[in-house]
T-cell receptor, first 114, second 118 residues
Framework: AQSVTQLGSHVSVSEGALVLLRCNYS??????LFWYVQYPNQGLQLLLK??????LVKGINGFEAEFKKSETSFHLTKPSAHMSDAAEYFC????????????FGKGTRLHILP | KAGVTQTPRYLIKTRGQQVTLSCSPI?????VSWYQQTPGQGLQFLFE???????NKGNFPGRFSGRQFSNSRSEMNVSTLELGDSALYLC?????????????????FGEGSRLTVL
C-alpha cells in the first residue's frame, strides 16, 4: 500500500527566503503525486501534481516540485517566500492502478517570519 | 462555477448524540469523498461515493456512515458521538473515482464542517 511521509510538522522561513517542504513516498507502482495547500479556515486546494510526465512540475503561486524516483521524494520548493504563503501543506500519493486511493501526509505548517 | 458547499460550517454536540453533515459537489462531479482532519492524524479517508454507491471505505467504525443522492449530493452521519470525533470533516468532489485506475487525482474540497463534541 502506498504511504506518504512529510518531514517536519512545522517549518519557519524568513520572508524572501527559500521554501523547502519535504515529502517522501512509498508506492509499489509508479505513483501520482500531489501537493495541496490549506489556508486558515478553508478547505484544501491543489498546488501541483505529477502524473509521470516531466519530473519537474510547476504549480500555482510560484511553487514547484521535483519527482526523484531514486530518492522516492517529491519535495516542494519556492525560491522566495511571501507572507501569503503561510498555510498548511499536504503531500499526497495515489498509485497508478486499480487501488488508486489518494493518501495524504500529515501536513507541514509553514510559518513566514517578517 | 460554484465550488463544493458543506453545511453546517460549525456545530457543537454532546457525547452520545448523532450528527448529519451535508455536501454539495461541484456541478457535474459525480464522486464525493469524505475526510476527517485532526491535528494529530492529518487527513484520514472516511469513504467515497459515486453514482449513489459507496466505492471505497477507510478504517473507521460503523458509527460513521454516508450516502449519496441521485443529484450527487452526499451526507455523512456519525452516531453515538465520542469526544474523539471532534474534528474538521472535509468533503471533496472530483470527476474521477478513486480505486478505478481512472483517478485524475484532483480533488476539490469544501471548507469543511467543524464538529466539536462536548
Amino acid at each position: 500500500a502506498q504511504s506518504v511521509t512529510q518531514l517536519g510538522s512545522h517549518v519557519s522561513v524568513s520572508e524572501g527566503a527559500l521554501v523547502l517542504l519535504r515529502c517522501n513516498y512509498s508506492s509499489s507502482v509508479p505513483p501520482y503525486l500531489f501537493w495541496y495547500v490549506q489556508y486558515p479556515n478553508q478547505g484544501l486546494q491543489l498546488l501541483l501534481k505529477y502524473t509521470s510526465a516531466a519530473t519537474l512540475v510547476k504549480g500555482i503561486n510560484g511553487f514547484e516540485a521535483e519527482f526523484k524516483k531514486s530518492e522516492t521524494s517529491f519535495h516542494l520548493t519556492k525560491p522566495s517566500a511571501h507572507m501569503s504563503d503561510a498555510a498548511e501543506y499536504f503531500c499526497a500519493v495515489s498509485d497508478q492502478g486499480r487501488d488508486d486511493k489518494i493518501i495524504f501526509g500529515k501536513g507541514t505548517r509553514l510559518h513566514i517570519l517578517p | 462555477k460554484a465550488g463544493v458547499t458543506q453545511t453546517p460550517r460549525y456545530l457543537i454536540k454532546t457525547r452520545g448524540q448523532q450528527v448529519t453533515l451535508s455536501c454539495s459537489p461541484i456541478s457535474g462531479h459525480r464522486s464525493v469523498s469524505w475526510y476527517q482532519q485532526t491535528p494529530g492524524q492529518g487527513l484520514q479517508f472516511l469513504f467515497e461515493y459515486f453514482s449513489e454507491t459507496q466505492r471505497n471505505k477507510g478504517n473507521f467504525p460503523g458509527r460513521f456512515s454516508g450516502r449519496q443522492f441521485s443529484n450527487s449530493r452526499s451526507e455523512m452521519n456519525v452516531s453515538t458521538l465520542e469526544l474523539g470525533d471532534s474534528a474538521l470533516y472535509l468533503c471533496a468532489s472530483s470527476n474521477g473515482v478513486q480505486g478505478t485506475g481512472m483517478n485524475t487525482g484532483e480533488l476539490f474540497f469544501g471548507e469543511g464542517s467543524r464538529l466539536t463534541v462536548l
